[in-house]
């Protein structure tokens, strides 16, 4: 099997490396509503060290109406908006 690359900073053209595993991002709505909370990885250029989240997970950690959403915010690294 060859060495197929997560992604590649296109500026850089450098191959992307992981920089952290399980980064728990705040997902929030264009209105700045609170959604959900998600599983991802964060990934960089090694030369720009532009980052990037990468690798979601395939469903939300909690939900803006699940009971136990406002605890686990508390675990929360980074906050991002949906289109
Ligand atoms: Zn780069």
New binding site residues.
């Given amino acids: 099997m060859p060495h197929i690359p997560k992604g590649f900073?296109l500026?850089?053209k450098?191959e992307l490396i992981i920089k952290k595993n399980g980064v728990l991002l705040e997902v929030r709505t264009n209105k700045d509503k609170p959604y959900y909370l998600i599983d991802s990885d964060t990934w960089e250029?090694p030369?720009?060290e532009?980052e990037l989240s990468l690798g979601l997970a395939q469903q939300p950690y909690s939900n803006n109406y699940d009971d136990d959403f406002e605890d686990r915010r508390k675990d929360v690294e980074g906050i991002v908006y949906l289109k």
Wanted: charged share 40%; aromatic share 0%.
């Fill in positions: 900073c500026e850089c450098k250029c030369d720009c532009i």
